[in-house]
């Protein structure tokens, strides 16, 4: 089993790309996961999501305490939640944009989601769409492929640009 | 139509299918996507259904009651303190003899407000006469929800059901959802005493004592019947489209030494701890109960029994328990864990079976090495 | 110059959204109310705003309540402060959906038996704490996750509801003009009985706007005549100097309902159903504090 804990802020969208990313799985003929863990969460307020890939059915609901993958779709996160908790040894991290932080040896990646989403105006409420460029980085780093991430995004959006913005993801993000 | 799915959406996907004509629904964390989904399907034209966005939980289900004695397909959805404000109604609905289908999100009770899972809720309503099952994913949300109907509206039982599924732990998760073609699987609903104004008759009037309690074996009598169209209905669904569920759900029960018994999803993860405890040599299973009512007959003679309680009858103990006792004659080791979302994982379950004491009652958290 | 206290009983740093009118609101009541209160709270967003045990974000006792039992729980509590003689304020804090649905039964109780304590409803148009559905005070039109086309129906009138029950004091406010809510629920907590205040509470995320506007909707609310300041003091009606002034020049109703998300796409008929409500009401209003009905 393959576990992902993805960190952003309530209304950015990390919600809903955990349910991209399993559906993705899903389209690439594996079983998946996808749920947030609901505090008393507001807009704005750090939110976590999890996200649990396997070639047989997942009967585990608890939470993830040893991810496999941290994703940060807002790197001011770190400065009030511990991302890294948890991480099994061997772990990687995939950050929105670069930030000098103590990643304790952590493979870390990055790729700006953020400029991705603003250059091709992808952006709602005033704010930029981060979950659909994720799930191209992603299936660069080989948790989903490309073609079940663009298979995914199409079926939860209909607006092109987010396959677009995941494409320019999968390009940008150097492993 | 194979995708995925949150439970609650499952659910919402269900009751668009079954096209109740009329759906009345107050929202309640973590109910809310229930309605709003079903809200948007009658929107967008998808579900021709009647929605009422009543005021409050108990004109809910007044409000289905009376849609239900017309004789129309009704449905609604609650949680935790929803639920228990409709209680007065929910007793009349099972009395009334109408067959409303509720989905109930379980959720622990106030104060202090808790919007996590725990079964106390259903649990309270377990006396009312309504039917109760409990799903642990989010196919069986689906299926069950499409089953329910179909069996409350069968001649041979008449009386409500309601559907439960976990809160945020199911109604929140994404995972695989295959929507079926129904077809005739849901006959048309004939409802005997359905009001008709070309033969007027008063509808639960005053009613003596030398009366009363026929009514109330009535009750009984179709809640015992229900047991062969749970059976039929679920032996149907599996013919026509692939997948069964029984009033348990066992996983290697058959030659185990030690059984644990549980609802809802705790009872999926079980298995896991099922899969670990082999691995270590004890012959352990898993007894995933579906149908709380009717209750059901369990096979757990000769083996140690852990019951898992995500409920609690204060003063008395947890209330599975206390049924597979006194159902059983068992002598479990009662865990009551998962209460208001308490993290119970499939390490925290094998170690229950591990160091189970027969007879005894453990509260994870609380109690020393349960 | 109203002289408003400095002491704050609202810590910083609560969960509320930016931009969130209740929280706003909550300041100046519980400065005008001061430390010998109680405030009573049904579920709603402040419930939550409140934190997360073990902490709580008010400087003053918090009892929450089952949400349809507000008004009930109220009664009983200021019944048992005054047989010991005690003057404590007890306000019961409670958002739409808790005052104008499922809370109106004890509200109504609590009236009609002369509870002594003050009712505040701050009106978000919506259930904010489940997500933004529909209550009974969502306006004609506006869109919510349970009336994603529009609301069909009007905006219940808890106003008129409230007067028919004969109290001492009632008004309505708006976050925005936080003066006059201070001077409002100073003036109710002096009155022996039951008192009632209607505020408006403009949403960030349930009315679509972004979230440094709240003021401004507030005063766009009033100034468009969409929200009219008043008070009714032993049945005699006041209307506050903001609304006077809409009332003799509004500004275009497209002022108010154009930056909100939950108006796009409003039909034409909304439009209109809004605006002769706004009118009907500001009317009666009018007569009623010249003593013509």
Redesign the interface.
């Known amino acids: 089993m393959y576990e992902i804990r993805i960190h952003s802020r309530g209304?950015q969208g990390g919600v809903t790309a955990?349910?991209l990313l399993?559906?993705a799985a899903?389209r690439d003929h594996k079983?998946?996961?996808?749920?947030?863990f609901?505090?008393?969460?507001?807009?704005?307020?750090p939110v976590v999501s999890f996200v649990r890939i396997d070639e047989s059915p997942?009967?585990?609901?608890?939470?993830i305490?040893k991810p496999d993958l941290i994703v940060v779709l807002d790197n001011s996160i770190m400065d009030v939640v511990d991302v890294l908790q948890g991480l099994k040894p061997g772990g990687e991290v995939l950050l929105n944009g670069t930030l000098p932080h103590d990643m304790k040896g952590f493979k870390t990646l990055s790729v700006d989601l953020t400029t991705i989403a603003l250059r091709l105006n992808l952006v709602v409420?005033?704010s930029p769409i981060l979950n659909t460029p994720v799930i191209g980085a992603l299936a660069k780093m080989g948790i989903v492929s490309m073609d079940s991430a663009k298979l995914a995004i199409s079926?939860m959006f209909s607006d092109d640009r987010n396959v677009k913005a995941a494409e320019a993801a999968y390009q940008e993000l150097v492993l | 139509m194979l995708t995925i799915a949150t439970g609650n959406k499952a659910v919402a996907a269900a009751v668009k299918q079954v096209s109740p004509e009329v759906i009345a629904a107050y929202p309640i964390t973590p109910q809310t996507e229930i309605v709003e989904q079903i809200a948007e399907y009658v929107t967008n034209g998808e579900l021709k259904s009647q929605y009422i966005p009543v005021e409050s939980e108990h004109s809910a289900m007044a409000a289905c009651i009376g849609a239900s004695i017309t004789g129309v397909r009704t449905f609604t959805a609650t949680s935790s303190h929803g639920l228990l404000y409709m209680h007065e109604m929910v007793n009349w609905a099972a009395g009334g003899r109408l067959p409303i289908v509720m989905a109930n999100v379980n959720r622990a009770l106030g104060p202090g407000w808790n919007i996590w899972a725990e079964h106390t809720d259903s649990m309270q309503e377990r006396d009312t006469g309504w039917l109760q099952v409990y799903v642990s994913t989010v196919q069986e949300a689906y299926d069950t929800t499409l089953m329910a109907f179909r069996i409350a509206e069968h001649n041979d039982v008449l009386l409500p059901v309601m559907v439960n599924l976990d809160g945020f732990s199911l109604s929140h998760i994404n995972q695989s959802l295959e929507t079926v073609e129904l077809g005739d699987f849901i006959p048309p609903l004939r409802l005997p005493h359905a009001i008709d104004v070309k033969n007027p008759r008063g509808y639960g009037p005053l009613t003596g004592p030398e009366e009363y309690f026929k009514f109330r074996w009535d009750i009984e009598r179709s809640m015992r019947d229900s047991v062969k169209v749970i059976e039929s209905t679920e032996n149907e669904f599996s013919r026509r489209f692939g997948r069964s569920y029984g009033v348990t759900d066992d996983y290697q029960c058959e030659d185990a030494d030690v059984v644990v018994v549980s609802m809802g999803t705790l009872g999926k993860e079980a298995e896991v701890s099922i899969d670990l405890l082999r691995k270590e040599g004890i012959k352990a299973g898993s007894m995933r109960i579906r149908w709380l009512r009717p209750f059901p007959k369990l096979d757990l003679k000769g083996r140690d029994v852990v019951v898992i309680d995500r409920d609690y009858s204060f003063g008395y103990g947890g209330i599975l328990a206390d049924a597979v006792r006194s159902k059983c004659r068992a002598d479990p080791y009662s865990v009551i864990a998962g209460l208001g979302g308490q993290e119970v994982t499939y390490d925290d379950i094998a170690g229950f079976i591990r160091g189970r004491r027969p007879g005894e009652e453990s509260w994870f958290g609380v109690t020393p090495d349960v | 110059m109203t002289e408003i206290p400095k002491e704050e009983y609202l810590f910083k740093c609560t969960s509320a959204c930016a931009g969130c009118s209740s929280s706003l609101v909550l300041r100046y009541v519980l400065k005008a109310a001061g430390p010998d209160t109680v405030l009573v709270m049904p579920a709603c967003c402040t419930s939550v705003i409140q934190g997360i045990y073990p902490n709580t974000a008010m400087n003053v006792p918090v009892y929450n309540v089952a949400f349809a039992a507000a008004a009930a729980c109220a009664s009983g509590m200021s019944a048992a402060f005054r047989a010991g003689k005690k003057a404590t304020n007890v306000i019961v804090y409670a958002g739409d959906g808790g005052t104008v649905d499922i809370g109106i039964q004890a509200l109504s109780g609590a009236f009609e038996r002369r509870t002594d304590f003050l009712y505040i409803c701050y009106d978000n148009e919506a259930y904010g704490n489940t997500g933004m559905q529909r209550s009974g005070a969502t306006p004609t039109g506006a869109r919510t996750t349970t009336t994603p086309g529009g609301k069909p129906d009007t905006k219940k009138d808890i106003d008129r509801i409230v007067e028919a029950h004969d109290p001492p004091y009632m008004a309505t406010a708006c976050s925005a003009y936080p003066q006059d809510l201070f001077k409002k629920v100073t003036k109710a907590l002096s009155i022996r009985g039951p008192k009632f205040i209607h505020v408006l509470a403009p949403c960030p995320p349930g009315w679509r706007y972004p979230t440094e506007q709240t003021v401004e909707m507030g005063k766009l609310a009033v100034k468009t005549g969409m929200w009219v300041l008043f008070e009714r003091e032993y049945g005699k009606v006041t209307i506050n100097g903001p609304s006077k002034a809409a009332m003799i020049k509004p500004h275009p109703v497209e002022e108010y309902l154009g930056p909100q998300g939950r108006f796009k796409g409003i039909s034409k008929e909304a439009v209109d159903s809004l605006v002769s409500l706004a009118r009907r009401n500001a009317k009666r209003l009018s007569q009623e504090e010249e003593g013509l009905c």
């Open positions: 209304g955990a349910k399993a559906l899903f079983y998946a996961t996808a749920f947030p609901y505090g008393a969460e507001r807009r704005g307020a997942i009967r585990v609901y608890s939470q305490k409420a005033g079926e």
